[in-house]
């Protein structure tokens, strides 16, 4: 089992900032990846972004050149460092860890992001 701790939310305004922190601890296994997904309220859950151990990156259309992934494989920890933020990137922001090819599947409890115009 896997556990992951989301950190890092909260409310901010337009054109500010966050940074979302993801520990990951428990049955790890050095192939996976980590990654962000978000929900916003009447919407489905969407990728924002992927990231391997290699450091190999996913990223949807709608955050490329203002969020940037990151991890630290060391402390099986992922970021994700959110600039220029707009309202529609408000959302409920999940970590993602995924393991053997996809048959294991963890999420966070999720953390709220709230951008106000």
């Known amino acids: 089992q896997v556990q992951l701790v989301e950190s890092g939310g909260g409310l901010v305004q337009a054109g500010g900032s966050l940074r979302l922190s993801c520990a990951a601890s428990?049955?790890?296994?050095?192939?996976?990846?980590m990654g962000w997904y978000r929900q916003a309220p009447g919407k489905q859950r969407e990728l924002v972004a992927t990231i391997t151990r290699g450091g190999r990156i996913n990223q949807s259309d709608s955050v490329k050149g203002r969020f940037a992934i990151s991890r630290e494989n060391a402390k099986n920890t992922v970021y994700l460092q959110m600039n220029s933020l707009k309202p529609e990137d408000t959302a409920v922001y999940y970590c993602?860890?995924?393991?053997?090819?996809?048959?294991?599947?963890?999420w966070g409890q999720g953390t709220q992001v709230t951008v106000s115009s």
């Open positions: 428990g049955s790890i296994f050095t192939d996976n990846v």
């Open positions: 993602n860890l995924k393991q053997k090819g996809g048959l294991n599947d963890y």
